[in-house]
C-alpha cells in the first residue's frame, strides 16, 4: 500500500514528489526543500492551503530587522536623555552662616539684602574702580589715521569714468607710474592712482594709466580735467573706464 502524498501544487493541487522542481500539471514552480526558504515553505503549506510564494520570506524578514532597528534607537535615545544632567536655574544665592534656611533673590541693581538681626548687611551693585584706572566708561581703540600717501585703487567690478593724467609704457615698469601717482597727490591732485589698461576693455593694453578720481558720469570726470592742467598734468582728459 502506497503512503498517502505530503505534498501539493500550492495553484493547482496536485500532488507531487519532494525532488520535483515544477508542477506537472500546471507548471508552477514548486515550493521544494531549497535550504531554509523550502524548509518554512513546506511547513507553511502543512498549516496553509494558500502559499504566496518564496518571496513572502524575504519581506517578512526585512519588516522583523525594521522593528529591531526602531526598538534599538528609540532605547538608546531613551538612555541617551536619561543620562544628560539636569541643570537647574535659579537667580537667587543663599545667605551666609547663622541665616535662615532658603534663598535671597539677586536684583541687578544695587540693594540691601534682607538678613537675620545681628546679621551683617549683603549688599550688591557694581564694584569699586581699580586706582589710577578710569571711573566710568570703557576704553576703545582708535581707529588708526588714514596714510595720506596711499594711492587711490580702482574699484573691482566697476565702471564709471576718470581723468587719465598720464600712460606710461609697462616696459618702463609700475614703479614710474607709482612715481608720477604720487607726484600727482603732492601736487594737490586728490585720489590719484595707477590702472593697468590690459585689465580694462576701454583701454588699450600694454599701458600704466595714472589716474585721478572715480566718477559716475563724463561730466563729472570732465569737469575736473582743468584742475589736472593746473596741477602739472596739461594733457590730461577725460575717460571712459569699462571691464
Known amino acids: 500500500m502506497s503512503e498517502a502524498p505530503e505534498h501539493y501544487c500550492p495553484r493547482c493541487g496536485v500532488a507531487y514528489e519532494p525532488t520535483q522542481e515544477y508542477c506537472l500539471e500546471c507548471g508552477t514552480r514548486l515550493p521544494v526543500n531549497r535550504g531554509v526558504v523550502g524548509v518554512l515553505a513546506q511547513s507553511w503549506q502543512r498549516r496553509f492551503a494558500w502559499y504566496p510564494g518564496d518571496w513572502i ?104 569714468y576718470t581723468v587719465v593724467l598720464e600712460s606710461l609704457p609697462v616696459a618702463n615698469g609700475r614703479a614710474a607710474a607709482v612715481a608720477r601717482a604720487r607726484k600727482a597727490k603732492s601736487n594737490g591732485i586728490r585720489d590719484a592712482g595707477v590702472l593697468v589698461s590690459s585689465q580694462y576693455s576701454s ?28 596741477h602739472g598734468f596739461p594733457d590730461a582728459f577725460e575717460r571712459q573706464i569699462t571691464h
Open 57 to 160: 520570506w524575504p519581506v517578512l524578514l526585512f519588516f522583523v530587522l525594521t522593528a529591531l532597528a526602531t526598538a534599538t534607537a528609540l532605547a538608546a535615545r531613551s538612555e541617551r536623555n536619561a543620562s544628560r544632567p539636569i541643570i537647574a536655574t535659579n537667580d537667587s544665592i543663599p545667605v551666609g552662616p547663622g541665616a535662615t534656611q532658603g534663598v535671597v533673590p539677586v536684583t541687578s541693581s544695587p540693594a540691601t539684602l534682607p538678613v537675620p538681626t545681628n546679621q551683617p548687611t549683603i549688599t550688591t551693585g557694581p564694584l569699586p574702580a581699580a586706582p589710577g584706572s578710569p571711573s566710568t566708561g570703557a576704553a576703545t581703540t582708535p581707529a588708526p589715521p588714514a596714510n595720506p600717501n596711499a594711492l587711490a585703487t580702482w574699484p573691482a567690478n566697476k565702471s564709471g
Open 203 to 230: 583701454l588699450h593694453g600694454g599701458y600704466y594709466v595714472v589716474f585721478a578720481g572715480i566718477y559716475g558720469s563724463a561730466s563729472e570726470a570732465a569737469a575736473a580735467v582743468p584742475n589736472a592742467h593746473a
